[in-house]
């Protein structure tokens, strides 16, 4: 069993930044990989982005890249997620989650194994 739990959310302006952690406890194991998704009212639960639960190998779809940063402190067994340049489109909720296999990111939710709860992020304009 995996547990994750999401924390840093909040309400920010436009411009602003934040940075989202994801505290995991559990049998996690080197080669499993780490996921951030979001979810918006009335949209389906989108690709943020991906990282190796050793920390390596970041990924973004196209269109975060260069505002979105991942990154795990391993003392701490926490992946961050931070946020930057961040616009009122950028609001959702935030999940993280955890895949226990595959040799490749994962870019769709059925991919991932286990799920936090998820942190609201509110970007006004």
């Known amino acids: 069993q995996v547990q994750l739990v999401e924390s840093g959310g909040g309400l920010v302006q436009a411009g602003d930044s934040l940075r989202l952690s994801c505290a995991a406890s559990g049998r996690i194991f080197s080669y499993c990989r780490m996921g951030w998704f979001r979810q918006a009212p009335g949209k389906e639960r989108e690709f943020v982005a991906a990282i190796v639960w050793t920390g390596v190998s970041p990924f973004f779809p196209d269109s975060l890249k260069g505002r979105f940063t991942i990154s795990r402190d391993n003392a701490k067994n926490v992946v961050y997620l931070q946020m930057n340049s961040l616009k009122p489109e950028d609001t959702a909720v935030y999940y993280c989650?955890?895949?226990?296999?595959?040799?490749?990111?994962?870019?769709?939710?059925?991919?991932?194994?286990?799920w936090g709860q998820g942190t609201q992020v509110t970007v006004s304009s």
């Open positions: 989650a955890v895949r226990m296999g595959g040799s490749t990111h994962a870019l769709t939710p059925n991919e991932y194994d286990y």
